[in-house]
């Protein structure tokens, strides 16, 4: 009898074995431990015995059961931890592509450009000034020579700022504004420029991004003319992009400056790009920061860092600047 129940288990257990997963294996429960097990028949008939036999027969049968239970759960664990470690498998991450021992990594490209431009200009004698990303529509438009309901206001997309009275606080929509904050804060002789990130409701496209970059410079002394911007800004472009670089001036409108003019470069007789806008800076706007215009006289410019970038690396979609992916990044 003992043997019927040796060679039970022998069978049980090439079929315990053979389930490849839970479900397959909950069969097999159900078939070696059921009602309808070989087992469970074999207690149900256990009354008819006489004591002795019965004795006998119950104990086996209880040992081929928990050797029955032993070994289907050893099996579902086995499953378990396999399922486990599958999972794991497939929520792995594949970091390898940075795990390439311990680099240094370095300054982001528009962080470079943002610098090499200060280094630039420092060596001109200029100091480098910052304003609030945060800005009122005083230092943004007012004083800028923007009068409320003015339409040039609408060729910035503004995103306002749900802050005191409507429309009374912003992001700002250039780096403008600090020329401002720097006319409120120092006397002239000013000779600064004003970099930073400024924002506008803007679609991200190539050559679009709702956050970008700019700088901004001002110069306020005696004497200034418009020769010495257009001198300027010859000389920061060719230092910047190399000899090869010519700039232009074509006359535009900006309501802070008054002449204004936009400024292309191009590379050895190639296509003219616009960098920027510049100009003479407006009596009211030196008024509103607290100058007198009939004494002192000045000129500015402003123009978008990323752009300047990516004419200088040859990339072709602003996008790339902010995606931030480490293969493209890695190059520059
Ligand atoms: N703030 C202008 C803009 O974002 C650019 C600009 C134009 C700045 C003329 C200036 C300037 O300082 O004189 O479009």
Redesign the pocket.
């Given at each position: 009898m003992n043997q019927d129940y040796d060679l039970h288990l022998e069978e049980a257990k090439g079929k315990i074995e053979e389930s490849s997963d839970l479900e397959a294996l909950k069969k097999v429960e159900v078939e070696l431990l059921g009602k309808q097990s070989l087992t469970a028949q074999a207690k149900g008939s256990l009354g008819e015995l006489e004591p002795e036999e019965r004795r006998e027969l119950g104990l086996v049968l209880n040992e081929t059961r928990t050797k029955l239970e032993e070994m289907l759960e050893a099996r579902k664990n086995k499953l378990d931890s396999e399922i486990r470690g599958e999972q794991l498998e497939n929520e792995r991450l594949d970091l390898t592509e940075f795990d390439q021992g311990h680099r240094l990594g370095h300054r982001h490209v528009v962080t470079q450009t943002w610098e090499r431009l200060e280094d630039l200009f420092i060596g001109m004698g200029y100091t480098v000034s910052e304003g609030p990303e945060i800005e009122d529509e005083w230092h943004n438009f007012g004083a800028l020579n923007f009068p409320l309901g003015h339409p040039a206001r609408d060729m910035y997309d503004t995103l306002y700022v749900e802050y005191g009275d409507p429309m009374s606080t912003l992001l700002r929509t250039?780096t403008?504004p600090v020329q401002i904050r720097v006319m409120e804060e120092e006397d002239p002789p000013i000779y600064s420029i004003m970099p930073g990130r400024v924002f506008r409701s803007d679609t991200a496209d190539s050559t679009h991004m709702p956050v970008f970059h700019?700088i901004?410079a001002l110069v306020v002394d005696k004497g200034i003319t418009f020769g010495d911007l257009a001198g300027t800004i010859e000389t920061f472009t060719s230092a910047y992009f190399g000899k090869d670089f010519e700039s232009r001036l074509r006359p535009s409108y900006?309501p802070?400056?008054e002449p204004?003019a936009e400024f292309d470069i191009r590379h050895s007789g190639g296509k003219w790009l616009e960098l920027?806008?510049?100009?003479m800076v407006h009596p009211e706007v030196l008024k509103a920061g607290g100058l007198d215009p009939e004494e002192w006289q000045g000129f500015?410019?402003?123009f978008g860092l990323d752009r300047l970038a990516l004419m200088r690396h040859e990339i072709d979609d602003l996008r790339e600047l902010f995606r931030n992916d480490y293969r493209f990044l890695a190059q520059f």
């Open positions: 250039h403008s700019q901004e900006f802070f400056t204004s920027g806008g510049c100009g500015a410019f402003g």
